[in-house]
Protein backbone atom coordinates (compact mmCIF):
# COMPACT_ATOMS: atom_id res chain seq x y z
CA UNK A 1 0.00 0.00 0.00
CA UNK A 2 2.78 2.22 0.78
CA UNK A 3 4.35 1.77 -2.48
CA UNK A 4 1.82 2.70 -4.74
CA UNK A 5 1.16 5.89 -2.56
CA UNK A 6 4.70 6.05 -3.16
CA UNK A 7 4.70 6.26 -7.06
CA UNK A 8 1.63 7.70 -7.39
CA UNK A 9 3.09 10.90 -5.53
CA UNK A 10 6.03 10.61 -8.24
CA UNK A 11 3.59 10.51 -10.88
CA UNK A 12 2.18 13.67 -9.85
CA UNK A 13 5.29 15.12 -9.36
CA UNK A 14 6.36 13.99 -12.55
CA UNK A 15 3.43 15.67 -14.17
CA UNK A 16 3.27 18.72 -12.44
CA UNK A 17 0.25 18.28 -10.45
CA UNK A 18 0.03 19.53 -6.74
CA UNK A 19 0.33 18.11 -3.63
CA UNK A 20 -3.13 18.83 -1.54
CA UNK A 21 -1.73 17.64 1.76
CA UNK A 22 1.28 20.50 0.99
CA UNK A 23 -1.22 23.15 0.24
CA UNK A 24 -3.31 22.35 2.51
CA UNK A 25 -0.09 22.93 4.90
CA UNK A 26 0.88 26.00 3.78
CA UNK A 27 -3.00 27.06 4.32
CA UNK A 28 -5.27 26.39 1.72
CA UNK A 29 -8.72 25.60 3.00
CA UNK A 30 -10.41 22.32 1.57
CA UNK A 31 -13.57 20.68 2.80
CA UNK A 32 -14.77 16.70 2.84
CA UNK A 33 -14.85 14.85 -0.64
CA UNK A 34 -12.64 17.15 -2.91
CA UNK A 35 -11.77 15.59 -6.13
CA UNK A 36 -8.74 16.55 -8.11
CA UNK A 37 -8.29 14.99 -11.19
CA UNK A 38 -5.35 14.47 -13.41
CA UNK A 39 -3.03 17.73 -14.83
CA UNK A 40 -4.48 20.03 -12.65
CA UNK A 41 -2.55 23.08 -11.21
CA UNK A 42 -3.12 25.30 -8.51
CA UNK A 43 -1.20 28.34 -7.25
CA UNK A 44 1.33 27.44 -4.96
CA UNK A 45 2.91 30.70 -4.56
CA UNK A 46 -0.73 32.26 -2.80
CA UNK A 47 -2.28 29.13 -1.80
CA UNK A 48 -3.51 30.45 1.88
CA UNK A 49 -6.12 32.85 -0.53
CA UNK A 50 -8.26 29.41 -1.59
CA UNK A 51 -11.12 28.07 0.09
CA UNK A 52 -12.76 25.37 -2.02
CA UNK A 53 -15.91 23.87 -0.55
CA UNK A 54 -17.17 20.54 0.53
CA UNK A 55 -18.09 18.04 -2.65
CA UNK A 56 -15.95 19.73 -4.63
CA UNK A 57 -14.70 18.31 -8.03
CA UNK A 58 -12.10 19.45 -10.59
CA UNK A 59 -12.43 17.46 -13.80
CA UNK A 60 -8.58 17.27 -15.78
CA UNK A 61 -6.56 20.23 -16.49
CA UNK A 62 -8.37 22.83 -14.24
CA UNK A 63 -6.30 25.93 -13.30
CA UNK A 64 -6.52 27.99 -10.33
CA UNK A 65 -4.57 31.02 -9.88
CA UNK A 66 -4.76 33.26 -7.24
CA UNK A 67 -2.32 36.26 -8.62
CA UNK A 68 -1.92 37.44 -12.54
CA UNK A 69 1.85 39.03 -13.02
CA UNK A 70 1.00 39.76 -16.67
CA UNK A 71 1.13 43.34 -16.04
CA UNK A 72 4.29 43.49 -13.81
CA UNK A 73 6.51 44.08 -16.63
CA UNK A 74 4.48 47.73 -17.85
CA UNK A 75 3.40 48.91 -14.26
CA UNK A 76 4.98 47.51 -11.49
CA UNK A 77 1.88 46.07 -10.25
CA UNK A 78 0.83 42.13 -9.51
CA UNK A 79 -2.55 41.48 -8.90
CA UNK A 80 -3.31 39.28 -6.03
CA UNK A 81 -7.18 37.74 -4.69
CA UNK A 82 -8.83 35.17 -3.27
CA UNK A 83 -10.30 32.36 -5.09
CA UNK A 84 -13.17 30.76 -3.21
CA UNK A 85 -15.33 27.77 -4.90
CA UNK A 86 -18.42 27.12 -2.88
CA UNK A 87 -20.25 23.18 -1.61
CA UNK A 88 -21.22 21.08 -4.62
CA UNK A 89 -19.81 22.22 -7.48
CA UNK A 90 -17.90 20.56 -10.95
CA UNK A 91 -15.49 22.64 -12.44
CA UNK A 92 -15.11 21.18 -15.59
CA UNK A 93 -11.86 19.90 -17.74
CA UNK A 94 -9.51 22.94 -19.07
CA UNK A 95 -11.24 25.56 -16.96
CA UNK A 96 -9.71 28.64 -15.41
CA UNK A 97 -10.12 30.10 -11.82
CA UNK A 98 -8.90 33.67 -12.05
CA UNK A 99 -8.07 35.71 -8.89
CA UNK A 100 -11.20 37.57 -7.01
CA UNK A 101 -13.27 34.96 -8.03
CA UNK A 102 -16.35 33.40 -5.79
CA UNK A 103 -18.24 30.72 -7.20
CA UNK A 104 -21.09 29.84 -5.03
CA UNK A 105 -22.42 26.59 -4.29
CA UNK A 106 -24.29 23.75 -6.53
CA UNK A 107 -22.54 25.48 -9.65
CA UNK A 108 -21.38 23.66 -12.62
CA UNK A 109 -18.76 25.66 -14.91
CA UNK A 110 -18.52 24.10 -18.13
CA UNK A 111 -15.16 22.44 -19.60
CA UNK A 112 -12.77 25.51 -21.03
CA UNK A 113 -14.07 28.26 -19.53
CA UNK A 114 -12.52 31.22 -18.01
CA UNK A 115 -13.70 32.55 -14.77
Known amino acids: MMKNRLIQKIIRRIR ?3 DVNKLIKLGMKVGKNFCLQPQCMIDESFC ?3 KIGDNVTFAP ?9 SSQHHIHYTRVGR ?3 GDNTFIGAGSIILPNVTIGSNCIIGAGSVV
Open 16 to 18: GEP
Open 48 to 50: WLI
Open 61 to 69: GVKVFTHDA
Open 83 to 85: VEI
